[in-house]
Structure formats: C-alpha cells, structure tokens
C-alpha cells in the first residue's frame, strides 16, 4: 500500500492556460474522489467516480472542469483556461467499495495550484 | 445554513490537558461521521470515525454522537503540541456514495 499519489505537488500558471493533474489511487480501492480547498475552509467535492464511471459532479464544477478515470485506475482532472478563483489544493482521495463506515477516505497529498 | 458547521477556533490548550472539538451538521440522514486532521499544508488524515449514538474510543481519541442533536464531537486525552492541527468533521450524506461533507475545521492549538 503505497498510498494515495498525486502530481504535480506544485503548479504554477498563467491565468487562461490549461492544467492537467493526476492522481494514483491505493490499487485495490474502486471510489475516487476530487476534492478542493481554499485557505481556512474545509475540503469541497468536486466529482466522484466508481471504477471508470463518472456518478457525480458537484454544481462547483464548472464546465472549464473535466474529469476522467480511463480503465478505473489513475484519474486526471483537467482545468481549461484557468483563472485566479481557480488557486486552490486539489485533493484527491480512495477509497474501497465497502460500506460507508468500513470505507473512509484517503486522501494524497494534493497538488497546490496558483494561477497568476 | 451550511451542512456542516465546525468552531473555527483557535482552540487553545495547555498540554495534558483535555481538548474538545465539536460538530454539527444539517442533514438527519447523515449516517457516518469522520474525523480528520490536518496539519499546516498536508492533506487529512483520518483519525477516527462513529456511526452509532454513544462513545467510541481509540486511544487517546474518544468520538461522541447524538443523532437527535445533530451532533458529534471529538476528545483529545493527555493533549501534546503535537496534536496542534486543523480537525475536520465530516460527514457521509445520505445517498451519498460515501461522499463526505466537511466542515471549516477547528484549529487547536497545544501549547507547554
């Protein structure tokens, strides 16, 4: 068990470019889960997905947000044009297909994003 | 209202001492509950989680839940400066594919 892996930890960029993370699940877990948070606040969901299948999007996600879990195992989340609003943690997280309280969320390290 | 509500702190204790974190949330049926902490710049890590009414204890950590008062709290025993963390309370909605909810978090604060 390797953990949750995520890249890059760092990203820096130009408001209107587009980014690109990745996140490695723990291998055996089938739920991964995006999350982002700002400075002082708690985590926020952003999408949801059971192996490949996407089964939901926060109303956060706009439509310059995209997700993808090809084959159910890494996941990228991709952010077009990119603006300020947009510098934030984002967080990944696994977790296995059991029930609710024998399943919690792992969470990796995220990848910090700053758009100037 | 927001779903999850958490003190925003800081929550100031000397060390040995007894911290108590504490949590509600809007939604009755709510139906798993985390705890999380979280140091400055890392991600959560989960402490502990309760989805009976009552007390669960796991060392020096003790989670308390009252579903008729909407509510959940967390007890830190014989708290050190390394304790000094954002702790998060979360919350698994119901229908929610184990999607948790969380609160702001509560910044404690362990000094000698």
């Known amino acids: 068990d390797t953990g949750v892996s995520q890249n890059p930890r760092h990203k820096i960029t130009k408001r209107g470019q587009n980014v690109t993370f990745r996140c490695d699940p723990i291998?055996?877990?089938?739920?991964l889960y995006w999350y982002r948070q700002t400075l002082g606040q708690g985590p926020e969901f952003l999408t949801y997905?059971?192996?490949?299948?996407?089964?939901?999007k926060s109303r956060l996600l706009s439509d310059r947000f995209s997700a993808e879990r090809p084959k159910g195992s890494f996941s990228t989340l991709e952010i077009q044009r990119t603006e300020q609003g947009d510098s934030a943690m984002y967080l990944c997280?696994?977790?296995?297909?059991?029930?609710?309280?024998?399943?919690?969320?792992?969470f990796g390290n995220g990848t910090r994003l700053t758009v100037t | 209202q927001k779903e999850v509500e958490q003190n925003s702190g800081p929550l100031s204790v000397p060390e040995g001492a007894i911290a108590s974190l504490n949590c509600t949330y809007s939604?009755?049926?709510?139906?798993?509950f985390f705890w999380y902490r979280q140091y400055s710049g890392k991600s959560p890590e989960l402490i502990m989680f309760?989805?009976?009414?009552g007390d669960k204890e796991d060392g020096r950590f003790t989670a308390q839940l009252n579903k008729a008062s909407q509510y959940v709290s967390l007890l830190i025993r014989d708290s050190q400066p390394s304790d000094s963390a954002t702790y998060l309370c979360?919350?698994?909605?119901?229908?929610?594919?184990?999607?948790?909810?969380f609160g702001a978090g509560t910044r404690l604060a362990v000094h000698p």
């Open positions: 997280a696994s977790s296995t297909g059991q029930a609710v309280g024998n399943s919690p969320l792992h």
């Open positions: 291998s055996e877990h089938n739920r």
């Open positions: 997905f059971q192996n490949e299948a996407q089964l939901e």
């Open positions: 939604d009755r049926g709510s139906q798993s």
């Open positions: 309760i989805y009976s009414n």
């Open positions: 979360a919350v698994s909605i119901t229908g929610g594919y184990n999607k948790l909810i």
